[in-house]
């Protein structure tokens, strides 16, 4: 029985053994096969070069003097960050989850090439446990095809870059190559996109945030899926932890640090016009390189100026807005009954809308009367009652014109109020008005006035709706913001401060024409709507008086005055050869103001205006920089010292009691200067004007001319911004006084040159045509450092 149980058993065995031997030799011809295959695959790797000599694709970058981010253009957001500068526990986070082993391998994870072996053969899905240098390896060579081919040549390429480069080295591309979501190329660019911070300044929470990044940068980053990369930034720092990298205390700390996330769309500083007139720069230097090369470009911005700045002429156009007619929701969308298929629906239809940090587009999900509830792109609801629906009643009523008309699927724009302290000082929570985008445009610019360093620049309400920059590019009429250019031209030809000026009309009640003056028909008022006789060359500017700028004008006669204007930097063939010169009837652009205006600020010198500082590569090699300023001396001189001197103390007297009173009350320091300017029908409104370091000019406007409103005035629309922004620019700086002369003297109450100490200036322009004022003007100013007598203001314009 024995004998016959063994007969039995050795046929199986013998197939065992020769399944066995079946497979060995299978086995056999397979390494054979990928030994062959390895080989004939060898011959076709590509050279190193682009890891050896490793040139990021960055992204030009565009900043403020300070460093501060303006914008960045290219198609790839990557920060170069040098392995000696990454912080320590960035890498240990990265090792913790892609590459334990990394410093003790030589780079090729066998496992990971025997399953992807296995997978190909078996027909499953190849690839896995690749090791760092793989990962750089497959990134910068090859395809992410799940091939055979592909995970041999992978492991191929591995090992040259193994004994090419040193682990520090190669850990240095990864960091920098690759992707991690949301435009950003590398760990330096991601800690910007995610955090705006540098990678230097990331704590072990955050390090491990971006660490986790890496397995699903596209759908599992924090803007797109914040959940899913918190899970995952839990698993890196546990997976820290287990390796010995962090302590069990320093894993719990990090997970109880909240993460501030930096707004998908935010910038440091908000200077798209500046952008662009940089982007233009570099382009015309270095061609499409510009976009790939890491190019930064450094700016004189002066970041908290230019915040400000921003900030002012949002605020002042959205006012003025507000004091428009409701013209109408932007659109509409028919939403479902069911509430949750309606926030669906609401969230589509906004999806691709056009949204705004301050004008946030909006869906209305309710109207009626007395409330109105909307809902916002981030999905939040707002609902508005009381003094928010106030200006729009009307079109909450029934039976409103349809095209007014606020109901269920109008899309809106809404406002946030920022909180505010209520009469006991208690903080008030935020709130929301509904709004529109404003028609009208605007520009603010200001510099140095000793350098010509541009400090803030802002083109207009929003670059992304219009990108045309109108402190470069808008030619307007200044209106009277340009009559201190000729009243200093008057200075020159003996017409003092305390020169008597005749403020009449040029055409009398009986139609006679003013003596000496050929108006034809033309008969311009003054905007005060007044005539007050004979007053001061001081009063005449101080009130805006239009008949004192034009008897002035035409007593120095016009190529005087021509010709001193392009001292300014104006251009003649810009300006009118006739007496509506003296309105400000000519064209200048909001930059070209505040060079001129610096002119008065410096002392008499001018200098040009400068945006760009420097342009440097990735490596910080200088490929352009701006030459060092010019010293003001007598190279650089436009006027004498003494007619900027008392020009200025003309326009002190103007921010004092003037058009623009409420500039020094409102900055709270009398070494402000400036004047008001708004040209017929409100068209254009201007404040141009200078304080200590800053030559500063505001304009509002419509792009294609038209009134700003019957009572709107360069006073009421442009000084609030100038005043907003230049609180900041002057904030901590110290008062300072005026420079005196040795060549003027202070006469009964006012200034003169020396040389008309005795006399000799001219007393009075034009004889009076016209009987006495019903109301006395006012006289008697002090000199400059003096008290001014006090005054009321005149109109505003």
Do not use: C
Not at 109 to 136: D, E, M, P
Not at 268 to 277: C, F, I, L, T, W
Not at 480 to 509: C, H, R, W
Not at 656 to 675: E, I, M, N
């Amino acid at each position: 029985m024995q004998r016959l149980r063994e007969l039995r058993q050795r046929p199986a065995g013998l197939v065992v053994l020769g399944t066995l031997a079946l497979l060995a030799g299978l086995a056999v011809l397979a390494v054979l096969v990928l030994s062959l295959l390895t080989l004939w695959w060898s011959f076709d790797l590509p050279p190193l070069d682009k890891a050896v000599d490793y040139r990021p694709r960055q992204h030009l970058q565009v900043l403020a003097a300070d460093g501060s981010e303006i914008a960045q253009f290219g198609s790839e957001r990557r920060v170069f960050v040098p392995i000696a500068q990454t912080p320590q526990a960035l890498k240990q986070a990265v090792l913790a989850v892609e590459d334990a082993g990394f410093y003790e391998h030589e780079g090729i994870s066998w496992k990971g090439v025997v399953r992807a072996v296995w997978s190909n053969l078996t027909g499953g899905i190849g690839g896995g446990a690749s090791t760092i240098t793989q990962q750089v390896s497959r990134t910068f060579f090859l395809s992410t095809q799940r091939t055979l081919e592909r995970k041999v040549k992978e492991a191929l390429i591995a090992r040259q870059l193994e004994k090419t480069l040193s682990k520090d080295e190669i850990l240095e591309l990864y960091l920098n190559q690759i992707y991690l979501g949301q435009r950003a190329y590398g760990y330096g660019a991601a800690a910007q996109v995610y955090f705006g911070k540098p990678l230097s300044q990331l704590n072990l929470a955050e390090s491990a945030m971006l660490a986790g990044l890496q397995q699903n940068p596209i759908y599992a980053n924090p803007i797109n899926n914040a959940a899913a990369a918190t899970k995952r930034q839990r698993w890196v720092l546990e997976r820290m932890q287990r390796t010995g990298a962090i302590t069990e205390a320093q894993e719990a700390e990090a997970l109880a640090t909240k993460l501030v996330y930096r707004k998908p769309a935010f910038v440091d500083v908000q200077a798209q016009h500046v952008a662009e007139m940089a982007r233009r720069a570099v382009v015309e230097r270095l061609g499409e390189k510009a976009y790939t090369e890491g190019v930064r470009v450094y700016t004189s911005l002066v970041a908290d100026d230019q915040r400000a700045a921003h900030a002012a002429l949002r605020r002042a156009l959205l006012a003025h807005e507000r004091r428009q007619p409701w013209r109408g929701p932007e659109g509409f969308e028919a939403l479902p009954a069911d509430p949750e298929e309606a926030a669906r629906a609401a969230g589509l239809a906004l999806k691709d809308g056009r949204d705004d940090d301050d004008l946030r587009l909006a869906i209305v999900l309710a109207a009626s009367p007395r409330e109105l509830v909307a809902q916002v792109v981030s999905g939040e609801r707002v609902t508005l009652r009381g003094d928010a629906l106030r200006w729009v009643q009307a079109a909450l009523a029934p039976g409103a014109p349809q095209n007014l008309a606020l109901r269920r699927g109008s899309i809106v724009r809404l406002l946030a109020q920022p909180a505010r302290p209520d009469a006991e000082g208690k903080p008030t929570p935020a709130s929301w008005t509904l709004a529109q985008w404003p028609q009208a445009e605007g520009a603010y610019v200001a510099l140095d006035p000793t350098t010509g360093r541009i400090r803030a620049l802002v083109g207009g309400f929003s670059f992304t709706r219009n990108q045309f920059n109108r402190v470069t590019s808008a030619w307007r009429q200044p209106g009277s913001s340009f009559k201190p250019f000729l009243y200093s031209a008057a200075l020159e030809q003996g017409v003092m401060p305390e020169t008597l000026v005749n403020d009449a009309p040029l055409i009398d009640a009986a139609g006679n024409a003013s003596p000496g003056l050929r108006p034809g028909n033309w008969n311009p008022q003054n905007s005060d709507g007044r005539f007050d006789g004979e007053i001061s060359v001081r009063e005449g500017l101080v009130r805006s008086k239009n008949l004192v700028s034009i008897r002035v004008l035409d007593h120095i006669g016009m190529s005087a005055a021509r010709q001193w204007i392009t001292r300014f930097g104006f251009e003649l063939n810009r300006h009118p050869n006739n007496l509506t010169l003296a309105l400000g009837t000519g064209s200048v652009t909001p930059l070209q103001m505040a060079a001129a205006y610096a002119v008065f600020a410096n002392g008499g010198h001018r200098v040009t205006p400068v945006l760009i500082e420097k342009i440097v590569d990735a490596k910080g090699q200088v490929i352009f920089e701006a030459p060092p300023p010019v010293p003001l001396d007598g190279s650089t001189r436009a006027i004498p010292a003494r007619n900027a001197f008392l020009t200025n103390t003309l326009m002190r007297d103007v921010t004092a009691r003037g058009t623009a009173a409420r500039a020094q009350g409102a900055l709270g320091r009398s070494d402000v200067y400036g004047k008001t300017g708004t040209t017929n029908d409100a068209v254009d409104a201007w404040f141009a004007g200078w304080g200590p370091g800053v030559a500063a000019v505001a304009w509002i406007g419509h792009d294609e001319p038209r009134s700003l409103g019957e009572r709107e005035s360069g006073g009421g629309l442009a000084l609030p911004v100038w005043i907003d922004a230049l609180a900041r620019s002057l904030r901590g700086v110290n008062f300072q006084p005026l420079y005196q002369p040795d060549d003027v003297v202070a006469i009964d109450g006012d200034w003169r040159y020396v040389e008309f100490e005795a006399g000799g200036f001219v007393v009075k322009v034009g004889e009076p045509e016209v009987p006495p004022p019903s109301e006395p003007a006012a006289s008697g100013v002090a000199p400059a450092g003096a008290a001014s007598a006090p005054a009321a203001a005149a109109s505003g314009r």
